[in-house]
């Protein structure tokens, strides 16, 4: 297969992950990433993920874990937000394929007759597409990062292992690296560190025509240079290409600990790449600050997915993003809305010096979130609501303060008398120039608003002060939207809409005026936070929070 004809040639790096799920493929991959930046280079990612679906938008946070979304909409693999946090890429539509996404273009294909009438077969049909998909990112960056999801041995994953088999064969050893990453764990019982899951691993990886270039071995204790030849030994890898990822507190010390390993190194090494000496230095400013905090804050987030945490993936980082921008440690305490709907807030929310709703679907747990909207409220308790939090806060100042005793979200309540927040049937599209169309009966993922949209602020505002701008964007993943036939009496009624659509005919943005800091929002700010660019939001939220904790501990 051709590469795209470019002028410069990007070199690969393939991730795959053995023994078990959950070991850290991407934030080993994003950590490389941050390394590879740090000595000048470009880089970019991709996520092969082997499951059916077309993208993960339509399942549940318990089972995938957070839906993160880019600026041009797409739907997509938590890890995306590790990689965009870790660097300066960002990630589009062609950063992240599912099985589903490839099998449904290869079906398109073979409906159109594009195959001549030929068998479609998952060789070469179906690694083929996976290839072509791979190689989009050649000439546009100097490394790009592709993480195979799963685990090697997993049936579903088979076509994707295949297609980077094959890519070493069209791109050749210098354009191409494999890094497998396996567990080594340590036996407490015994004192001892097994290397034979690793053994296994790379034998099941080899079976399927790939011989790793590099492992990286997840272990919660450094592998000595005796445990690095055993491995090098049985799995024909170079002793300086075995590198420990040993288990840290802070996922910020990953970039760190692996380039105390010699990773960026050896990665350069094989790949045939010359660059100067790394500039980590803020990174270690980063990890510093992170270590040593000056304050502490508790921050209370009011969900229905906090059994798993990893549902609010982003929103945990932008969090702690906010905590190292104010020198504080943020701790935070997940609580389940359920238990609000039944239990007393003031209970449940003692010690909390903020208060924070997220996004989320459905009415589960829904007045467990109004309740703690109306504690932060009349407690003057510094409240952040993003998306479904920031609708909620909407629902519950009509309720309380405007006196629509009625009023609800229709998405909540479809035969409420009084939808504050109702589904907004027409809608200017300003990335795609047009006016979409939707109601109740449109596809679950084309009723949404998706992607980065423009929002005008109102000086002197929370959010003006925040943003120290007129005009921001950020990212959306919402079906409903703010009643514009209620508004006049809001804001006649002390409701502040600081942020709009340019057309003014959409509320991004609602503020309390008589309270020490009270916010909610459409978009999913968390999305855009950094651990070194702290979203303002985030930075503000815990600098009212910290002022708030000062002031009555």
Known sequence: MKTASNTKRT?????????????????????????????????TFQKLDPYINVDPGTMNPFQHGEV?????????????????????????????????????????????????GGTVQVIPHITDEIKAAVLQLDGSVDIAIIEIGGTIGDIEGLPFVEAIRQLRGD?????????????????????????????????????????????????????????????????????????????VDSIYEVPLNLHKEGLDNKILELLNVWTGQPNIKPWQNLVKNLKNPKHKVTIAITGKYVDLTESYKSLHEALIHGGISNLSKVELRYLNAEELETGNPAEL????????????????????????????????????????????????????????RTAHSSELDPATPDPVIYLCKEWYDYRNDKVQVRDENSDMGGTLRLGAYPCTLIPDTLASVAYKTEEISERHRHRYEFNNAYREQLESGGLVVSGTSPDNNLVEIVELADHPWFLGCQFHPEFKSKPMRPHPLFKDFIKAALTYNQNNR
């Not at 850290?24 to 470009?42: F, H, P, Q, V, Y």
């Not at 592998?223 to 420990?244: G, H, N, R, W, Y």
């Open 349 to 404: 929310l003692e010690g909390c010096d903020g208060i924070l709703v997220p996004g989320g679907f459905g009415k589960r747990g829904a007045e467990g979130k109004i309740s703690a909207i109306t504690f932060a409220r009349e407690n003057k308790i510094p409240f952040f609501g993003i998306c479904l939090g920031m609708q909620l806060a909407v629902v519950e100042y009509s309720r309380l303060v405007v006196g629509i």
């Open 11 to 43: 070199k690969f790096i393939f991730i795959t992950g053995g023994v078990l799920s959950s070991l850290g493929k991407g934030l080993t991959a994003a950590s490389i990433g941050a390394l590879l930046e740090c000595r000048g280079l470009t880089v």
């Open 171 to 247: 791109l050749g050893k210098e354009y191409s690296l494999f890094i497998h990453l396996t567990l080594v764990p340590y036996i407490k019982t015994a004192g001892e560190v097994k290397t034979k899951p690793t053994q296994h691993s790379v034998k099941e990886l080899r079976a399927d025509g790939i011989q790793p270039d590099i492992l990286v071995c997840r272990s919660e204790v450094p592998l000595t240079s005796e445990l690095k030849a055993k491995i090098s030994l049985f799995c024909s890898v170079p002793q300086d290409a075995v590198v420990t990822a040993r288990d």
């Open 68 to 116: 993160y979304v880019t600026d041009d909409g797409a739907e997509t693999d938590l890890d995306m937000g590790h990689y965009e946090r870790y660097t300066d890429a960002v990630m589009t539509q062609i950063n992240n394929y599912t099985s589903g996404r490839i099998y449904y273009s290869v079906i398109t294909k073979e409906r159109r007759g594009e195959y001549l």
